[in-house]
């Protein structure tokens, strides 16, 4: 359940992200079976990051795989949107079980 909420400076808004997820993967060394991105244009003011991603993990995964997820998430970025690692910013959120409703049913991990 790897999921990412990406908010994009207007000026990559046009880009192709058909790519996103399988670079992710292959950065992450995780499979893209259950990852999901959104993507979202917005007008940003303050310090500039070209990418700003909310990662969202439930709290099963070890702390080796989130690292793991959110350095791939972060590498994908820039690659996929051609700007500097300095441009991408990872915020992750872990979940705990019973956070998280799926089909109409809490989802639950051990």
């Given at each position: 359940?790897?999921?990412?909420?990406?908010?994009?400076?207007?000026?990559?808004?046009e880009t192709?992200?058909?790519?996103?997820?399988?670079?992710?993967?292959?950065?992450?060394?995780?499979?893209?079976?259950?990852?999901?991105?959104?993507?979202?244009?917005?007008?940003?003011?303050?310090?500039?990051?070209?990418?700003?991603?909310?990662?969202?993990?439930?709290?099963?995964?070890?702390?080796?795989?989130?690292?793991?997820?959110?350095?791939?998430?972060?590498?994908?970025?820039?690659?996929?949107?051609?700007?500097?690692?300095?441009?991408?910013?990872?915020?992750?959120?872990?979940?705990?079980?019973?956070?998280?409703?799926?089909?109409?049913?809490?989802?639950?991990?051990?």
């Amino acid at each position: 359940m790897p999921i990412a909420e990406l908010s994009v400076v207007q000026a990559l808004a046009e880009t192709d992200v058909s790519s996103l997820v399988t670079a992710w993967s292959a950065e992450a060394g995780v499979d893209d079976t259950h990852m999901t991105v959104n993507v979202a244009s917005v007008v940003q003011v303050g310090v500039p990051k070209a990418v700003i991603a909310r990662l969202y993990l439930p709290t099963l995964w070890s702390q080796a795989q989130v690292d793991a997820l959110q350095v791939g998430l972060a590498r994908a970025c820039a690659e996929v949107f051609g700007v500097d690692a300095d441009g991408v910013q990872v915020l992750t959120f872990l979940l705990p079980s019973g956070r998280v409703v799926e089909g109409g049913a809490v989802e639950r991990w051990g």
